[in-house]
């Protein structure tokens, strides 16, 4: 137990000194004092009423008062630290490697961080932190639109959104090279496609195995490790690959596709093992992040279905108001984020252990213009939120950043939104969860003039900080490694190129 404590114990160790012995009455007076690390400054335990309430528990009779005291003191001081642990890694939830780039940060981390031109979520007026969760209850009423909360002055306005209109070809200013952002290359290119590669991913926490799904119905898996190879093709759709998704020990692919049915591949051995037919387009499709033995699928129908993976068999279907376009799932798999043709985003509960779904809350976009929701990306924590986020980009080039609020059943509350030039094709958007925990919010987009952008949504001015040229064509796809040091692009030529990030966290070990 003393092991246990002082690793939970990492900024201030108690040290108990017995002082005095008393002969009469075995009487012991403890003297606790407690070391603090940033100034070495002492306190007694009297002036702690928690602590001093601990030693002071009476005992029982046939237990060791001494042994009591040092417990209750231990476990009390074991639960402050885990608290203070967790307070202090702002990466909580994280994978190991944004873990990695937290203990490696300098000790000057916070005030070393230079600010961005004329904007930091402190001063710029773009940026405020949330209200305490539990105030959203009054307004996490169902079907809630973004006109019933509008305030007209900004200031009082705790959503904090704003917008910016910007041009693709916005440049970046010339400040230098911004390590969070720079690549050294193209890593390499898959040219093999003849139709235009509509979506692509890696694998569940995997930094080599990519696939990509084409407009002529081919999936197509293959590696992008030293030696990129293409591990197989997947033919079995007779139109275009609308989505597919890995399973979390990526061994099967489930697609969906305009030819109405819903596949699932076996990828070791090449083949299709299950075919589930529907009765409209197949528009979007994810596994359950907890249990794989679910399957949710959007379609054109306005249903969202809840498939068995093991059988086939529709579990639930919940409807909706227009064609489910694009969809995502959180992390417990107990919400369900998806958009439609029409630009408005719902929240869905799903009973991990049932399937069974059910309408929470939704977002619909005040612009007289709808446009198909082309992207829903969900995140279980941001730096600058301080909370799960998502992301959602619809075809006419509006970019919106959300705080989800978990415990109002997904209540979405907009912080931030882009307006870049409209797209005739349906392009992706994503995160940049690591470079994000540098500074800013970094989110990368394809465009139609063929380049790949980086824009930081923290900037009032020039939020485009970064642009990658090296295709011909529309960019439509885009896709992160575990790990965030490949990149995949994919244009509607077929040309998928992967790009390789500078290793600067690596190099700085």
């Known amino acids: 137990m003393a092991e246990q404590s002082s690793a939970a114990m990492n900024d201030r160790e108690p040290e108990l000194k017995q002082n005095e012995h008393h002969n009469s009455n075995n009487n012991n007076n403890n003297k606790i004092e407690t070391n603090h690390a940033d100034g070495g400054n002492k306190k007694k335990s009297s002036s702690d009423p928690d602590l001093f309430c601990c030693l002071l528990q009476p005992a029982t009779a046939d237990g060791d008062p001494d042994y009591i005291g040092i417990r209750r003191l231990l476990l009390h001081r074991k639960a402050e630290a885990g608290l203070l642990s967790r307070r202090d890694w702002r990466c909580n939830g994280k994978t190991y490697v944004a873990y990695r780039n937290y203990i490696s940060r300098p000790k000057n981390w916070e005030s070393s961080r230079v600010p961005s031109l004329q904007s930091t979520p402190g001063n710029s007026g773009r940026w405020m932190s949330s209200p305490n969760p539990f105030s959203r209850w009054s307004e996490a009423d169902s079907w809630t639109s973004s006109r019933d909360v509008q305030i007209p002055n900004p200031a009082s306005n705790h959503r904090a959104s704003f917008g910016s209109s910007v041009s693709d070809s916005d440049r970046p200013q010339p400040r230098g090279v911004e390590p969070g952002y720079s690549f050294v290359g193209m890593h390499c290119i898959f040219d093999q496609c003849k139709a235009p590669v509509t979506v692509l991913k890696f694998g569940h926490m995997s930094s080599d195995l ?18 990129p190879t293409v591990i197989t093709q997947l033919n079995g759709h007779s139109k275009d690959v609308t989505d597919f998704d890995f399973t979390s020990n990526n061994q099967y692919i489930a697609s969906s596709s305009f030819d109405k049915t819903v596949r699932v591949w076996d990828i070791g051995k090449g083949i299709c093992i299950r075919v589930i037919y529907g009765v409209s387009s197949q528009l979007c499709i994810r596994f359950h992040p907890v249990n794989n033995n679910f399957l949710s699928a959007g379609n054109s129908n306005r249903e969202i279905n809840v498939f068995n993976f093991s059988t086939g068999r529709i579990v639930n279907t919940l409807v909706l108001d227009s064609e489910v376009t694009s969809l995502d799932i959180n992390h417990t798999g107990n919400l369900i984020f998806c958009g439609d043709a029409q630009g408005c985003i719902y929240s869905v509960n799903m009973n991990t252990h049932t399937g069974v ?19 829903v990306q969900y995140r279980s924590f941001s730096l600058l939120a301080g909370g799960p986020v998502l992301l959602t ?3 006419d080039g509006n970019l919106s950043f959300f705080s989800v609020a978990l415990e109002t059943q997904g209540y979405l509350t907009i912080r931030c939104s882009l307006k870049l030039a409209p797209r005739t094709h349906k392009f992706q958007a994503s995160f940049c969860p690591l470079l994000s925990l540098e500074k800013g919010e970094f989110i990368v987009a394809g465009s139609e ?16 900080v970064n642009k990658l040229q090296g295709h011909r064509f529309p960019v439509v796809g885009i896709a992160w490694n575990h790990g965030e040091n490949f990149l995949a692009t994919s244009d509607f030529y077929g040309i998928v190129i992967v790009w390789k990030r500078a290793r600067t966290h690596e190099n700085n070990k």
Do not use: I, W
């Open 393 to 395: 980009c619809t075809q």
């Open 449 to 464: 003039d063929s380049n790949v952008y980086f824009y930081d949504l923290t900037r009032p001015k020039h939020t485009c």
């Open 210 to 227: 990519l696939a990509y799904g084409a407009a002529d119905g081919t999936l197509t898996v293959c590696s992008v490790s030293e030696m």
């Open 357 to 375: 779904l059910s309408r929470s809350h939704r977002y619909r976009s005040s612009s007289r213009h709808k446009s198909p929701v082309t992207t």
